[in-house]
């Protein structure tokens, strides 16, 4: 059972809108930064977002994210046959002491 | 260009200990902030982070695995290792050593990945 909370699954046509959410508590997403991971089938992570909504460079304007609350959301826009992968949530928890992960959610573009 | 590898066995028997070598390039870990994690993640199944070592050679470690886990430094070799005694086959996946800047920051840059089955 992660910490942080995802769907196990979206789904979307090319060029839809698809947004996943991530839910944690006043320990992890309520407190700090919310990050999200693109991690493509065979490969290892690479960060999508960091500081809860910056793009670091070379990620399209496609994707973003936002937070409120205890909760935060990735957005695709624009879905695109490469979108296909497992996107993750993780923030730091206050109260474990260490980096917490969403269990991960699996995007596929019908 | 930043860089991580990482190495070690892989399979080791139940009952063993793991020994995993993460080798980096592009940063120095003794830079203030720097730190290096560990994260695995069984076939299938979701990232599960297990330790972090940072540039003032203070560490964190995953509560429900503790007491099992090791992380140290080698600054002038540019190496983070992660020992990991009593290995069962639940502990099956895929090993990552990853940057970050703080410690509340983003795994920016991770490694390729090793995969260490757990087998007698």
């Known amino acids: 059972q992660s910490v942080l909370t995802q769907p196990p699954s979206a789904s979307g046509t090319p060029g839809q809108r698809v947004t996943i959410s991530c839910s944690g508590s006043s320990s992890n997403i309520g407190s700090t930064y919310v990050y999200w991971y693109q991690q493509l089938p065979g490969t290892a992570p690479k960060v999508l977002i960091y500081r809860n909504d910056q793009r670091p460079s070379g990620v399209p304007d496609r994707f973003s994210g936002s937070k409120s609350g205890t909760s935060a959301s990735l957005a695709i826009s624009g879905l695109r046959s490469e979108d296909e992968a497992d996107y993750y949530c993780?923030?730091?928890?206050?109260?474990?002491?260490?980096?917490?992960f969403g269990g991960g959610t699996r995007l596929t573009v019908l | 260009q930043v860089t991580l590898r990482e190495s070690g066995p892989a399979l080791v028997k139940p009952t063993q200990t793991l020994t995993l070598t993460c080798s980096f390039s592009?940063?120095?870990?003794?830079?203030?902030?720097?730190?290096v994690s560990w994260i695995r993640q069984p076939p299938g199944k979701a990232l599960e982070w297990l330790a972090l070592?940072?540039?003032?050679?203070?560490?964190y470690y995953r509560t429900s695995l503790q007491s099992r886990l090791t992380i140290s430094k080698d600054t002038s070799k540019n190496q983070v290792v992660l020992t990991m005694t009593n290995m069962d086959p639940m502990d099956t996946a895929t090993y990552y050593c990853?940057?970050?800047?703080?410690?509340?920051?983003?795994?920016?840059?991770w490694g390729q990945g090793t995969m260490v089955t757990v087998s007698s």
């Open positions: 592009g940063f120095s870990l003794s830079s203030s902030g720097m730190c």
């Open positions: 070592i940072d540039w003032d050679d203070d560490k």
């Open positions: 990853a940057r970050n800047q703080r410690i509340t920051e983003a795994f920016d840059v």
């Open positions: 993780e923030a730091w928890d206050d109260r474990l002491g260490g980096p917490v």
